[in-house]
T-cell receptor, first 115, second 114 residues
Framework: AQKITQTQPGMFVQEKEAVTLDCTYDTSDQSYGLFWYKQPSSGEMIFLIYQGSYDEQNATEGRYSLNFQKARKSANLVISASQLGDSAMYFCAMRDQGGSEKLVFGKGTKLTVNP | ETGVTQTPRHLVMGMTNKKSLKCEQHLGHNAMYWYKQSAKKPLELMFVYSLEERVENNSVPSRFSPECPNSSHLFLHLHTLQPEDSALYLC?????????????FGPGTRLTVL
């Protein structure tokens, strides 16, 4: 069974600094996809970034980058130049790319950006 | 309207009530999902519909009954719920042909069962 582990229940960062949110995963599949979502207090889950298991380069989307270490089964999210609006819950998720549409989510990390 | 919308945003119901949650996607997607988000627990996938056909049902109690009349609408019918069913219910949609097949989520319905 697939499993996602986010070991940081809460993280604090100063505005304009970078922060890394940890995510490790467990799967026996060779082909899979990793996602990060942001959930503000409004409740909506917002897609941030995606990394495929066969992608050779780390994914980047604006201020978001994914530090993908396949051998260690980790997919940490790096947010550069933090903004107050980045304060939210962040969820790591994995999808089996064998055809299933199922996403497995971690418990999330609550990020607070301090001014 | 754009994206994925959900109504109502908040719902309080007694254990003997019958209510329905509605989800609508305006993205032309072909798959829709119901998730349950309880406090301090990971999101739990409840149901998956692809091309209006249910393809996954994660051992959800029968007091939750999904309905997908067309590819744009998804309902979750609720009856005789329990207090532990109180949670945020999120709807999502996706399209196979997008680059990552990422799921787009609605704002959720905050359900409280008394």
């Amino acid at each position: 069974a697939q499993k996602i582990t986010q070991t940081q229940p809460g993280m604090f960062v100063q505005e304009k600094e970078a922060v890394t949110l940890d995510c490790t995963y467990d799967t026996s599949d060779q082909s899979y996809g990793l996602f990060w979502y942001k959930q503000p207090s409004s409740g909506e889950m917002i897609f941030l970034i995606y990394q495929g298991s066969y992608d050779e380069q780390n994914a980047t989307e604006g201020r978001y980058s994914l530090n993908f270490q396949k051998a260690r089964k980790s997919a940490n999210l790096v947010i550069s130049a933090s903004q107050l609006g980045d304060s939210a819950m962040y969820f790591c998720a994995m999808r089996d790319q064998g055809g299933s549409e199922k996403l497995v989510f971690g418990k999330g990390t609550k990020l607070t950006v301090n001014p | 309207e754009t994206g994925v919308t959900q109504t109502p945003r908040h719902l309080v119901m007694g254990m003997t009530n019958k209510k329905s949650l509605k989800c609508e996607q305006h993205l032309g997607h072909n798959a829709m999902y119901w998730y349950k988000q309880s406090a301090k627990k990971p999101l739990e996938l409840m149901f998956v519909y692809s091309l209006e056909e249910r393809v996954e049902n994660n051992s959800v109690p029968s007091r939750f009954s999904p309905e997908c009349p067309n590819s744009s609408h998804l309902f979750l019918h609720l009856h005789t719920l329990q207090p532990e069913d109180s949670a945020l219910y999120l709807c999502a949609s996706s399209q196979d042909s997008t680059r990552y097949n990422e799921q787009f989520f609605g704002p959720g319905t905050r359900l409280t069962v008394l």
